[in-house]
């Protein structure tokens, strides 16, 4: 082909479209030797590469990605539709986060301007996720209310120590763990002894860097002390509070006074702003009969969720009376068990239809608790179960067989895990 015959780019592309022809024929010989037509391929390969390479670094896919992976990436309609929905989450999560960190420590508060969200950040701000799954979301203040002798501070401290190690509450996931402070407004006296039988019966250390203590009540009416709570908590990075009780947090305050506990649940919001993404719980009374939180509406009206407990520690209930971003009205019957070796008790689940956790249900209780990462043989789990051994058989049968345990030893030595069914 002659210098004035070479053809164009756009037809040196639309040359390397024609169908495909036989193998056998003279097109494919032809087309081989061709330079002008071996060029156009070569260049529409670099053209195609290089504008996949600036799609990926549009849609923030690391440089070394191997190319044959970025081009299924690029080619897939909707993948690179949801890389986009996701970064954008993402980024929304780090403004979210970011304006978090810029906390004033003269007032421990956001700033106005800080507060201010477009429309496009308020359509992309990432949705409730939970701390503990179908109970508590993250970025919450919730108040957990009971009268005395109801369990209310056993309650909280099983929340607190399950998130601080990432044990399953009452068989109810935590997504994940994070460090927790709870304030002892009524004094740490009788805390440790808990926490221990926490430990002891569910087979778990809690770590010291995971879980402080402030002994004593931080007063949530005086705007000077919950700076300061609210500075301490963005520096040392705590995400699930405690405040035990209203009584010993508000002091010098009017707990039937729309305004102080207006004031109440200000300071919890800006505590709650300090932990980024993290949760608040205060601790409460209520009236004698248990039917409603004790004081003014003011407090059940301004916080997200409403946990009530009723009863004593022979069975007691816990009840969800308010949840703001999803369904109210879950309910769990519970009950204190004896640890062995402490003298004091942890949470268990009850059975609402007897009154009791069946076979079934402490044998999961049990494996989730002591084996969860590292699986059991059938005498593993029988000793621990402390269950008549026919009864245990027979319920460990039905749970093999509905699949909620897994038997990956073999019918001689089987070691099982948890399967998918409850």
Not at 45 to 66: H, V, W, Y
Not at 406 to 420: A, E, L, M, T
């Amino acid at each position: 082909m002659s210098e004035g015959e070479r053809l164009t780019f756009d037809e040196m592309w639309a040359a390397t479209q024609v169908n495909e022809p036989d193998a056998d024929s003279e097109q494919v010989l032809s087309l081989e030797d061709d330079e002008d037509y071996q060029t156009a391929l070569a260049m529409s390969a670099e053209n195609k590469a290089a504008t996949d390479r600036n799609m990926a670094r549009i849609l923030g896919i690391p440089d070394d990605f191997p190319p044959e992976v970025l081009a299924e990436i690029i080619n897939d309609e909707k993948l690179p539709d949801e890389i986009k929905r996701q970064r954008t989450y993402l980024r929304a999560k780090e403004i979210l986060n970011e304006r978090t960190e810029r906390l004033i420590p003269s007032s421990g508060k956001l700033s106005i301007r800080d507060r201010l969200i477009d429309r496009t950040l308020l359509r992309n701000r990432p949705v409730p996720e939970p701390l503990i799954a179908d109970t508590i979301d993250r970025h919450t203040v919730v108040m957990l209310s009971g009268d005395t002798g109801t369990c209310k501070t056993f309650v909280a401290l099983d929340w607190a120590a399950s998130y601080a190690t990432g044990q399953s509450w009452q068989l109810r996931e935590v997504p994940q763990t994070g460090k927790v402070l709870y304030i002892a407004g009524e004094g740490d006296y009788g805390i440790d002894r808990r926490l221990t039988a926490w430990e002891t019966y569910w087979n778990q250390d809690i770590s010291a860097k995971q879980f402080t203590i402030h002994a004593g009540g931080v007063n949530l009416l005086d705007r000077g002390r919950v700076n300061e709570l609210a500075s301490v908590v963005a520096e040392e990075k705590y995400d699930f509070i405690f405040a035990d009780t209203l009584n010993r947090c508000a002091v010098g305050g009017d707990e039937n006074s729309a305004r102080d506990m207006g004031i109440v649940v200000d300071s919890l919001y800006q505590v709650q702003e300090a932990t980024g993404d993290g949760t608040v719980v205060l601790l409460h009374h209520t009236t004698k009969d248990g039917s409603v939180t004790r004081g003014s509406g003011a407090l059940k009206d301004g916080v997200d969720t409403v946990y009530m407990s009723a009863g004593n520690a022979q069975q007691f209930s816990l009840t969800c009376d308010k949840r703001k971003e999803g369904p109210d009205g879950d309910r769990l019957t519970l009950k204190l068990a004896e640890a062995r070796g402490t003298s004091s008790c942890a949470v268990v689940r009850v059975s609402t239809a007897d009154g009791n956790l069946s076979n079934r249900e402490m044998i999961l209780s049990i494996f989730d608790s002591h084996f969860s990462t590292t699986g059991a043989t059938k005498v593993e789990l029988r000793d621990v179960c402390e269950i008549p051994h026919p009864s245990f058989y027979r319920s460990l049968n039905s749970l093999v067989e509905s699949g909620a345990l897994v038997n990956k030893g073999s019918d001689i030595r089987p070691r099982y895990r948890r399967g998918s069914v409850e």
